[in-house]
């Protein structure tokens, strides 16, 4: 998102008393960053970035901008995000980012398209024109479903040909990032009398 974006937005209204750490999932956009906050973007962005900063860790996590750096802006500024692209990668960023430095919150930029890391989130925030993200972070817990009813348990990504050949019955996903189904398709089954469910969910921050 551009500086004008939801997630700028959030930077810029965050008032915690511990910094807050920033990050994005690959290459995001451009924000706008305030003092002693902590940016973790690609080598290859940083002479992009004009605050002041001051190198803090380097994480070996390699990117094709470069390596992820760790940065302490030291005035306000603008930031380009470049961030890790793999789900490890980004746990162990943000496990950094909360035990290490100590940051009150962890702030990860991101795209409907990249919603597969939004299981390293405790919660998301959903732009505009993404009605149906809110649908699947708003499916039930599994705990839930009633007993006695056909459960189908899928361990990996669930895809418009599985959930076309589940007649009916409840089927569960570790969580809403795992469904890569089209609204159309959700909606046949549940209008089969099919219930979706999910063992994880995320918290809704805001829309």
Do not use: W
Not at 25 to 53: P, Q, S
Not at 127 to 134: D, F, P, V
Not at 146 to 171: K, P, R
């Amino acid at each position: 998102m551009g500086q004008g974006g939801a997630f700028g937005r959030f930077v810029k209204e965050y008032g915690g008393i511990k910094p807050l750490g920033i990050t994005s999932i690959g290459r995001g956009g451009d924000i706008r960053v305030k003092k002693n906050m902590y940016i973790a973007t690609a080598a290859g962005v940083l002479g992009e970035c004009d605050f002041t900063k001051e190198i803090v860790h380097t994480t070996g996590m390699n990117t094709p901008m470069g390596e992820v750096i760790v940065t302490q802006a030291l005035s306000d500024g603008r930031a380009v995000l470049a961030g890790p692209s793999i789900n490890s990668q980004l746990s162990r960023l943000c496990r950094y980012f909360l035990d290490e430095i100590g940051v009150g919150q962890v702030y990860i930029d991101g795209a409907g398209d990249k919603r597969t890391f939004a299981s390293c989130s405790d919660a998301v925030v959903v732009g505009l024109g993404c009605e149906y993200i809110s649908r699947l972070i708003g499916l039930p817990h599994v705990s839930e479903m009633g007993g006695d009813v056909d459960i189908h348990d899928v361990s990996g990504a669930l895809t418009d040909e599985m959930l076309e050949d589940f007649n009916a019955g409840n089927v569960v996903v570790e969580d809403m990032s795992k469904i890569f189904v089209k609204p159309a398709v959700l909606d046949r089954f549940l209008h089969r009398g099919g219930i979706l469910y999910v063992k994880n969910k995320l918290k809704l921050i805001n829309i």
